[in-house]
């Protein structure tokens, strides 16, 4: 079965201090891999997409995440985190055709200590 | 950049009301989504659409139905609005790549509907 998991559901780090938020897949065919972020009463914003290539993915805000395919991993990271990353982040995987569906994880919550 | 707009941040409706959401975006996007977000469950799929006048379901479509008249414009209805249906609705719009590949979705800022 597909789906998508995210085992923190939430997680607070001290600002200025690195960040690793866990995704991990389950997906048949080669998958695409998205995060997006969701800060507080908005949608979700792209940070970051991986389709082929390189492994290690580069997004905006200063975001990054590598793919694993042998631990079927697709994890996300900060190297300093900023009062403003405070919001949820989603993992999503779907195929490569446009035809196939985006199945999002469940969310990990951030929260920022001053 | 790409704008989607849901017509409504909040709403409060009472049970057995019919209920309209609206969604418009303005980059000619051939692919429309509709999702309910609630806690510890992520984003589900109600409907989407591949392009005007087409829908196709998603995980969750009871209760829900949409239409599709112009591309721009996606509209979710609820027939007959249950306390069940108090949610965050939020809107998505994407087109496919040259390829026909898998692109990301750009979404709205969400309706939170209340159903009394």
């Known amino acids: 079965a597909q789906s998508v998991t995210q085992p923190d559901i939430h997680i607070t780090v001290s600002e200025g201090a690195s960040l690793e938020l866990r995704c991990n897949y389950s997906?048949?065919?080669?998958?695409?891999l998205f995060w997006y972020v969701q800060s507080p009463g908005q949608g979700l914003q792209l940070l970051l997409k991986y389709f082929s290539g390189d492994t290690l993915v580069q997004g905006i805000k200063g975001f990054e995440a590598e793919f694993k395919r042998s631990q079927s991993s697709f994890n996300l990271r900060k190297p300093s985190v900023h009062w403003s990353d405070a919001a949820e982040y989603f993992c999503?995987?779907?195929?490569?055709?446009?035809?196939?569906?985006?199945?999002f994880g469940s969310g990990t919550r951030l929260s920022i200590r001053p | 950049d790409v704008k989607v707009t849901q017509s409504s941040r909040y709403l409060v409706k009472r049970t057995g009301e019919k209920v309209f959401l609206e969604c418009v975006q303005d980059?000619?996007?051939?692919?429309m989504f509709w999702y309910r977000q609630d806690p510890g469950l992520g984003l589900r799929l109600i409907y989407f659409s591949y392009d005007v006048k087409m829908k196709e379901k998603g995980d969750i479509p009871e209760g829900y139905s949409v239409s599709r008249e112009k591309k721009e414009r996606f509209s979710l209805i609820l027939e007959s609005a249950s306390t069940n249906q108090t949610s965050m609705y939020l809107c998505?719009?994407?087109?496919?790549?040259?390829?026909?590949?898998?692109?990301?979705?750009?979404f709205g800022d969400g309706t939170r509907l209340s159903i009394l």
């Open positions: 999503a995987v779907g195929g490569r055709s446009s035809a196939s569906k985006i199945i």
């Open positions: 997906y048949g065919a080669t998958p695409y």
């Open positions: 980059m000619d996007h051939e692919n």
């Open positions: 998505a719009s994407r087109t496919p790549g040259t390829d026909n590949s898998n692109q990301p979705q750009h």
